[in-house]
């Protein structure tokens, strides 16, 4: 077997040590398109982030000798991924993936798994894909074959948007962010609203290794005081002082995060299915204005209130609009 990664940050190189250690051949994409080389691979994962989906694709059309004979695995954040690699590649040669092992890096570049979580894998098309399933397997890791690749792709999101766009916009950590109150019951109305379009769009949440999203659900949907004191416990124990994603991304200095694939994936949704989701719509939207303006950031580190203020008037303009 042959497997082609495109993106060698931390969760590309997770996988490929994995592999590696099977005795799988591993070919990591170069990061000038201009220096891919054909590659007769079986299996190609895309570890980019989502906002650089566009330019893997690019990558993986050159690189890929026979892409009708490859099957395309995609463990990225978000929704909408799968799309683009199906519209490129055909929906019965993708693969969509959740890895809920968190990965990071050491100091000194290492790759840093934790011990818990595992990988989670649906097939868009028809093909079951069986011989997938076991190599993963095969590397130690807790697999599980899911039916619905959305049911698969929103359930991780659902996990993804927790704590993670609220305390970038705020710059500050999980376990300090559980304790802003009127905030963390604004972060139970965002779980809602993911929940709200889900049941729109037809969609069923599934639990994943590690992580009862089922239960997530549940609690959001008890009175916000009894919700607000079970997640801030499971949130502060299970996150504590690690920054989130897009946390990082901002202190990076980036101008891009994955946010609009997730809070805004949501939004957008939303907006189409007439379902109020002002919440992530005004995380989408703030988050997205810091990383292209950072002098922005000052106005909502560590100032709570402001951030709600900008919640409560986009439902307002919510209101004036459904009115109207």
């Given amino acids: 077997m042959k497997i082609y990664i495109a ?19 591993v070919w990591y994409a170069p990061r000038a398109l201009e220096e891919v080389r054909p590659y007769d691979a079986d299996v190609a994962l895309v570890t980019t982030k989502s906002y650089d989906t566009d330019g893997a694709i690019e990558t993986l059309r050159r690189a890929i000798a026979y892409p009708e004979k490859c099957v395309f695995v995609s463990p990225q954040n978000g929704v909408g991924n799968e799309e683009k690699l ?12 959740a890895l809920t092992t968190p990965v990071d890096r050491d100091r000194d570049g290492n790759v840093r798994p934790a011990k818990e979580g595992g990988l989670a ?4 098309g028809s093909n079951a894909y069986n011989w997938l399933s076991a190599t993963f397997a095969g590397t130690g890791l807790n697999v599980k074959v899911v039916d619905d690749w959305r049911s698969l792709k929103w359930s991780k999101l659902s ?42 769009i037809g969609i069923e949440p599934i639990d994943l290794p ?13 009175p916000s005081p009894v919700a607000r004191g079970l997640l801030a416990h499971s949130i502060a124990g299970a996150r504590g002082t690690k920054p989130p994603s897009l946390l990082l991304d901002l202190r990076r200095a980036k101008p891009q995060t994955e946010v609009d694939v997730l809070n805004g994936a949501v939004a957008a949704a ?15 939207r703030v988050l ?27 439902m307002k303009r919510a209101k004036v609009l459904a009115r109207t």
């Avoid at 766009?165 to 963390?184: G, K, Q, T």
């Fill in 121 to 124: 894998l649906a097939p868009m």
């Fill in 7 to 25: 993106g060698k940050g931390a969760v590309g190189t997770f996988f490929g040590d994995l592999l590696q250690a099977l005795g799988i051949e």
């Fill in 86 to 97: 199906a519209a490129a590649f055909g929906a019965d040669n993708v693969v969509a993936a």
């Fill in 288 to 314: 997205n204005d810091i990383a292209h303006t950072p002098p922005l950031w000052a106005k909502y580190r560590e100032h709570p209130d402001r951030l709600e203020a900008e919640v409560e008037a986009e």
């Fill in 210 to 222: 590690r992580y009862p999203v089922r239960a997530l659900f549940a609690v959001a949907n008890l």
């Fill in 159 to 200: 996990l993804n948007v927790v704590a993670n766009a609220s305390c970038a916009i705020l710059n500050v950590l999980p376990n300090r962010f559980v304790h802003f109150e009127r905030i963390f019951t604004l972060e139970i109305r965002m779980i809602r609203e993911v929940r709200a379009v889900m049941q729109a």
């Fill in 270 to 284: 939303g907006r189409d299915l007439r379902i109020p989701t002002p919440v992530n719509a005004v995380y989408a």
